[in-house]
C-alpha cells in the first residue's frame, strides 16, 4: 500500500503561515472528500485536526486551514505560534484493494 | 471524559504471539468502529486493522501487513477491543495505538478520521 506523498520538513517564523501539500491519486484523494489531517507532537499520540478535506472539530483552533484539488490536499496554518512545532500527517480513504485508509509520509513541521 | 486506555504491550521474540487491549470509557462504546493505528520507531503512521460496530456485522478488515497475523475483536459489555497478534516480526516494533472511528451523523463513519486516541502501548519483537 503506498502512502500519500508529503514533504518532509517545512519551516517558518512565529505569525507567518506555512502550507503542508499531501499528494495522493485519483483513487484516493482524488475520489473522495474524506481527507483528514492529524498532528502529532513527539512522544504523543496523534489528534485530529481536519477531517473531510476542511472541517474542524470542536477545540481545534482557526489557524488551522485545508483545502483540496484534484489529487492532491493541503494544510495550512496561519500565524504560526511555538507549540504548532510537530509532526502533521494527511490520510485519505481510498478506493480499497486492501484497506481503505492511507497515510501520508509526515511533515515535520519546525517553528523557527 | 471520553478516553482510551490501551494496555498488553510487551517485548516478545520473532514468531511470538501478544494481544492488546484498549478499554474505553465516556461515550457509548457499542455503536463506535475502533480502529488501530501503529507507529514504528521514528517512522510514520500505519493502520494495522479496524473493526465496525456490531450493528454492522463487526466487521474487520486489515492492512497487508497485519492481514491473516493479526485479528481485532471487540467485547462491548466491558467497552473493550483487542488486538491479537500472531506470528510476530521484528518489524511489527512501535508503538500500538487504538482509536474511534469518527461518526458525522447523516454522513455516516469517516474511516480516516479518528476523533479519540488512546496513549498508545509499546511492543517490542526482539530475538
Known amino acids: 500500500q503506498s502512502a500519500l506523498t508529503q514533504p518532509a520538513s517545512v519551516s517558518g517564523s512565529p505569525g507567518q503561515s506555512i502550507t503542508v501539500s499531501c499528494i495522493g491519486t485519483s483513487s484516493d484523494i482524488g475520489a473522495f472528500n474524506l481527507v483528514s489531517w492529524y498532528q502529532q507532537h513527539p512522544g504523543k499520540a496523534p489528534k485530529l485536526i481536519i477531517y473531510?478535506?476542511?472541517r474542524r472539530p470542536s477545540g481545534v483552533s482557526g489557524r488551522f486551514s485545508a483545502s483540496k484539488s484534484d489529487n492532491k490536499a493541503s494544510l495550512t496554518i496561519s500565524g504560526l505560534q511555538p507549540e504548532d512545532d510537530a509532526d502533521y500527517y494527511c490520510a485519505s480513504y481510498r478506493i480499497a484493494t486492501t484497506f481503505p485508509g492511507v497515510f501520508g509520509t509526515g511533515t515535520k513541521v519546525s517553528v523557527l | 471524559e471520553v478516553k482510551l486506555v490501551e494496555s498488553g504491550g510487551a517485548s516478545v521474540k520473532p514468531g511470538g504471539s501478544l494481544r492488546l487491549s484498549c478499554i474505553a470509557s465516556g461515550f457509548n462504546f457499542s455503536v463506535v468502529w475502533m480502529t488501530w493505528v501503529r507507529q514504528s520507531p521514528g517512522k510514520g503512521l500505519e493502520w494495522v486493522g479496524r473493526i465496525k460496530s456490531r450493528s454492522d456485522g463487526a466487521a474487520t478488515d486489515y492492512s497487508p501487513p497485519a492481514k491473516g497475523r493479526f485479528f481485532i475483536s471487540r467485547d462491548d459489555s466491558n467497552t473493550t477491543v483487542h488486538l491479537n497478534m500472531l506470528n510476530l516480526r521484528i518489524e511489527d516494533t512501535g508503538t500500538y495505538f487504538c482509536a474511534r472511528v469518527h461518526f458525522g451523523g447523516w454522513s455516516g463513519y469517516n474511516e480516516v478520521a479518528l476523533d479519540v486516541w488512546g496513549e498508545g502501548t509499546t511492543v517490542t519483537v526482539s530475538s
Open positions: 473531510s478535506v476542511s
